[in-house]
Structure formats: C-alpha cells, structure tokens
C-alpha cells in the first residue's frame, strides 16, 4: 500500500494488522499527512478478511502518540478555516480506528500525551509498558477540549476520573492508569511485544462475527437509550447463530478440537 508519508507504517502479519506511528524525533506527534494515512491504512485493513486484529502503536520505544504535531500549527491550524479543516481530517481518522468492524488494540510504551490518549481511547483496548505516561494537558494550554474527546474519556474511566485527568494536566503513571481503568494490562516493558502478540493471537482465533458483534453491541450500550439502533442488535446477534462458523464451533466442541474459524 502506497501512502502519503512514511511516517506511518502498514504491516500485516498474518492476522494481524500493525499500524506504526513513525516519527520518534517529535515523540510520534501526528501530522496532517499521518492522519490522512491512519485513514487510508484502517480503510484497508477493514476491507481484508485476513486481518482479524489491529494493533496501534509508536515507533522509537519512548511514545505512543504525543499529540498533534505543533511544527504544523502556522500552516495547518492558524485561521478558522484551517482549523476546521485539520479537525474533519483528524476527526475522519480517528473515527475511522473507532469504528472499524475489527478489533484493535493500542500498544503504549513511553509518552501518551494529549491526542495520544486520544487515539488510545479510539481502540477497544490498551495494553501498556511499566514506565508508560499519560496525560492531557489542555488545562496548561488553555485548549477547548471537544465534546466526543471528553465522552470517550469518560465512558473508559467515569466521569470523577476524566474530570481529575483534564483538571490537574498532570501526568498519570501506568499504574494509576491501570487503577483508573484507563489501560487494560500494565505489564514488563521488555516483555510488552510478546504479551500483545500473543493476546492478539487469542482474539484472531476466536469466532471474528462473535467478536465484531460483541464491538457493535458495546457500542450501542454507551449510547442513550434513545438513539439504541434494536434492530442492528439483533442483527448481529442473528448473524452469528445463521454462520458456519456457529457449525464449526459446535461441532469442534463436541469433537474436542480446536475450531478454525472462516468469518462466515
């Protein structure tokens, strides 16, 4: 896959589909061009039935994603216009992770910073080094913080903990995320690889219709009750008892075997 920048890596590897942050000189700050990639990127991992995964995370071994790259401010960001521009573009991207019918994981080691919690918080789980930091420090800019930014802070960790987060800008350990519910799994920074290859491993083998119904039905428990879309809850719950992959689960189960699941 041709991309705008390489400053974003693809690479598929099996079924999983990592998406690398390649710019460790700016802490994995994120670019206009980077997130057109994410976009690009995530558009084609969805459309491949070999991905069942997708894994995020930032090149260099000291950040995630520090946030948005502030080099581009006077040219990207310096009129209303322009501003309203970056925000459809970053908004298209991170919606775009979001929602992916696959699940994704963010892989944390080092700084995760502002529009990095961001991004993290964009994927269904996080998964962090011991030495990880987190913080949002709009409250030390004086930046607005958008309504969808602070609702997907909230809905991980409560409303007490997102208003400590934007209210002290300090920064958070990996412990005090994971106490926070900020973070699934805090575990040995040399080892953090290993342990998310293997937890993506365990997620790819596992029924991928079960798996995408499970996203669309946590999904729609976060939203009010009166924008609940019933009928595309039952949809996809009906999918998976009409699949071959229903088949294959029983009948291995009675055969005492692994399944091999197809997606279908």
């Known amino acids: 896959m041709k991309l705008a920048t390489d400053k974003m890596i693809a690479l598929k590897?099996?079924?999983?589909?990592?998406?690398?942050?390649?710019?460790?000189?700016?802490?994995?700050?994120?670019?206009?061009?980077?997130?057109?990639?994410?976009?690009e990127i995530v558009t084609d991992y969805a459309q491949d039935p070999a991905i069942r995964v997708i894994v995020v995370q930032g090149a260099g071994g000291k950040a995630?994603?520090?946030?948005?790259?502030?080099?581009?401010?006077?040219?990207?960001?310096?009129?209303?216009?322009?501003?309203?521009?970056y925000?459809?573009?970053?908004?298209?991207?991170?919606?775009?992770?979001?929602?992916?019918?696959?699940?994704?994981?963010?892989?944390?080691?080092?700084y995760c910073?502002?529009?990095?919690?961001?991004?993290?918080?964009?994927?269904?789980l996080r998964i962090a080094a011991e030495g990880s930091t987190f913080s949002v420090p709009a409250a030390k800019?004086?930046?607005?913080?958008?309504?969808?930014?602070?609702?997907?802070l909230v809905d991980v960790v409560g409303p007490?903990?997102?208003?400590?987060?934007f209210y002290t800008a300090r920064q958070f350990s990996a412990a005090e995320a994971l106490a926070m519910?900020?973070?699934?799994?805090v575990v040995a920074a040399d080892g953090l690889e290993s342990y998310v290859r293997d937890y993506a491993a365990t997620i790819a083998n596992n029924?991928?219709?079960?798996?995408?119904?499970?996203?669309?039905?946590?999904?729609?428990?976060?939203?009010?009750?009166s924008e609940r879309d019933a009928a595309l809850c039952q949809e996809v719950v009906d999918r998976c008892f009409g699949s071959a992959d229903y088949v294959e689960g029983r009948q291995a189960f009675m055969e005492k075997r692994k399944p091999k699941f197809t997606g279908r």
């Open 13 to 39: 590897d099996g079924a999983i589909g990592w998406i690398t942050f390649n710019n460790p000189a700016r802490h994995n700050a994120v670019s206009v061009a980077m997130w057109e990639a994410l976009y």
């Open 64 to 85: 995630f994603v520090s946030g948005a790259d502030i080099s581009e401010f006077e040219e990207k960001r310096s009129s209303a216009e322009s501003t309203q521009a």
């Open 87 to 110: 925000r459809e573009i970053s908004h298209r991207a991170n919606d775009a992770l979001r929602y992916v019918n696959k699940p994704t994981l963010a892989m944390i080691r080092g």
């Open 113 to 124: 910073v502002g529009g990095g919690v961001s991004l993290a918080l964009s994927c269904d």
């Open 141 to 152: 800019l004086g930046l607005g913080y958008e309504f969808e930014g602070v609702r997907k």
């Open 160 to 165: 007490s903990f997102a208003r400590e987060i």
């Open 181 to 185: 519910g900020l973070v699934n799994r």
């Open 207 to 225: 029924a991928p219709l079960t798996v995408a119904s499970i996203k669309t039905l946590v999904a729609q428990a976060l939203v009010d009750d």
